[in-house]
């Protein structure tokens, strides 16, 4: 059988230390010294998935292929790795609950009480399993989402303890995260969040093996013989994790700690293959020499929160690379765009993309934003939402159809040019009920996407419930409006662009979600181009 190892991250001290990031580092240095490695996130939160959060609770709402709406963590798992996610690599309280409740409704527990233990984490063990069991991979990655010590984290730290204890210590390891801060006062980095948070996971039976400790400041020999004696580790398994430039330059700095090099010692696995990061270190190169800059309008109703977008940024950064120019982002609030401001808001950027978003709240401002860029032959991305908008601004100031909405925002509408499509008319439960996930489209060979995708059939990920009205398809083909994208299937449209225009592209689909350090977006390089063109 195969003999799947298991390495847990738990975090300490403050949220937000990049567990993320940490992991998908570490599962990209195993990757690339041969394992095959996956990673899953475990979030404490009672919501069956973050489907149903608002952007600015969590962040974006990540789509994997089989249509699981996911923690933003996944994306950069999928980035790093470049292979895909899938529904088993995310995990929430809420889910685990349904599925131990479900069961007890199915009366599969015997007549017996169901408790936290060992019911809610044997469900947790059997989740963190799930994938190991596959057979694909030498090495799970668990990050445990939370802070040692929540409430909320109990289950998940004990289902770790008995999983070591039942794995073995040398099939499984626990790394924890904590934050070493620097007190400006004192002039000095202090080591006592961490043996209190060492401390608090100790008392749920767990010792980690290895300790991260983020930091902006280096880590000495003696903070690290400090650490190690009082948290019960060997001074080479404190590893620092100071501040880094750009996060993929993170997997580098972990090399360079050896964090990989423990992990695998103790996992009792062969490091004698050394990671060579050759693609990789060619991005960053790349990505921190640009020969130019441009600067790309990003409008959106949730810009506050930076994270909301946080595929579409990435995906900049990557199809930049390519390009080899900076990619600057003007976060612009719909909102906050109107008739009388926009010449001002959006002069001087060199592309504008129209973002995904949901309601009514807004959206004039994105209608605004399409307009600008349609007549000002700047080059325009509009994604999901914002492809809508561009539809619903043809049909408005191109077609003559002063009422063109979707019914989204005005159910009676007179001219309803994006509607709820045909199979959500019945659905009233709002978690997991769009249309999700990886869909073909089949693209017109005369088009601004068949040069940038140079294949006829692609595959894309959705996450949507309204769509282009095809009662409106005849009108606005012959006003000029193309739809070069198509399913193959259903004849939903997936793409629209304006032939007469530089760079014109509204799609249906998510192209962010697919971006990868490797594998940049065809579509992001291609409209990243154009904006280079257009600024020259
Ligand atoms: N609200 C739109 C719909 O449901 C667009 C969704 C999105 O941008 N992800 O169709």
């Known amino acids: 059988m195969h003999n799947t190892k298991y390495v847990f991250v738990t975090g300490g001290v403050t949220s937000s230390l990049g567990k993320g990031i940490i992991a998908a580092s570490l599962a990209k240095l195993l990757q690339e010294r041969g394992y095959s490695v996956t990673i899953q996130k475990l979030d404490p939160y009672i919501n069956i998935d973050p489907g149903t959060l608002n952007p600015y609770e969590h962040g974006e709402c990540y789509v994997t292929d089989d249509g699981a709406e996911t923690d933003l963590d996944l994306g950069h798992y999928e980035r790093f790795l470049n292979i895909p996610t899938s529904q088993a690599n995310n995990v929430t309280t809420g889910r685990i609950y349904q599925s131990v409740i ?13 408790q936290v233990i060992p019911h809610i984490t044997d469900e947790i063990k059997r989740r963190i399993q799930r994938l190991g069991k596959t057979g694909k991979f030498d090495i799970v990655i668990t990050e445990i989402g939370g802070t040692v010590g929540d409430i909320e984290s109990l289950p998940y730290v004990e289902s770790v303890r008995q999983l070591q204890w039942e794995l073995g210590q040398e099939n499984a390891i626990v790394i924890h995260l904590t934050l070493v801060p620097y007190l400006a006062a004192a002039g000095e980095l202090k080591t006592k969040p961490t043996q209190h948070s060492v401390k608090m996971l100790m008392q749920s039976g767990v010792a980690p093996n290895i300790l991260v400790c983020r930091t902006e400041h280096e880590i000495n020999d003696n903070i690290k013989r400090k650490l190690a004696l009082f948290c019960n580790v060997k001074t080479q398994d404190v590893i620092q994790s100071i501040d880094a430039e750009t996060i993929y330059d993170v997997p580098n700095l972990m090399f360079d700690e050896g964090l990989d090099r423990v992990v695998l010692e103790k996992l009792q696995l062969s490091s004698e293959k050394q990671p060579k990061l050759i693609a990789w270190n060619q991005f960053l190169r790349k990505h921190k020499n640009p020969k130019s800059t441009i600067e790309i309008a990003l409008i959106g109703k949730y810009v506050e929160l930076h994270d909301s977008y946080k595929s579409i940024t990435e995906a900049f950064i990557h199809a930049g690379a390519t390009n080899e120019t900076k990619v600057k982002v003007r976060w612009i609030h719909s909102e906050e765009l109107t008739p009388e401001n926009v010449l001002g808001k959006l002069k001087g950027v060199n592309g504008i993309l129209v973002a995904p978003g949901f309601g009514e709240r807004g959206i004039e401002g994105k209608i605004k934003a399409v307009q600008y860029a349609r007549e000002q032959n700047i080059p325009f991305l509009g994604i999901c939402l914002g492809m809508q908008m561009a539809v619903i601004e043809y049909a408005r100031n191109v077609l003559g159809l002063a009422a063109a909405n979707s019914t989204e925002m005005d159910l009676k509408t007179k001219n309803p040019v994006i509607d709820l499509m045909e199979e959500q008319k019945t659905i009233t439960d709002k978690g997991g009920t769009m249309r999700l996930g990886a869909w073909d489209c089949k693209l017109d060979k005369n088009s601004k996407v068949f040069d940038a ?3 006829a059939m692609i595959s894309e990920r959705h996450r949507h419930r309204y769509e ?30 304006l032939p007469n225009h530089p760079w014109f592209v509204g799609v249906q689909y998510h192209p962010e979600y697919k971006s990868t350090v490797l594998n940049p977006h065809p579509l992001f390089v291609s409209f990243v181009k154009a904006a280079l063109e257009q600024s020259v």
């Open 102 to 114: 479900n069961k007890e409704r199915r009366g599969e527990f015997l007549g017996k009480t169901v």
């Open 468 to 497: 282009f009205n095809n009662q409106y398809f005849d009108a606005l083909t012959k006003a000029g409006l193309k739809a070069t994208g198509v399913n193959p299937d259903t004849g939903l449209v997936e793409i629209i662009e």
């Open 453 to 455: 995708y140079k294949t």
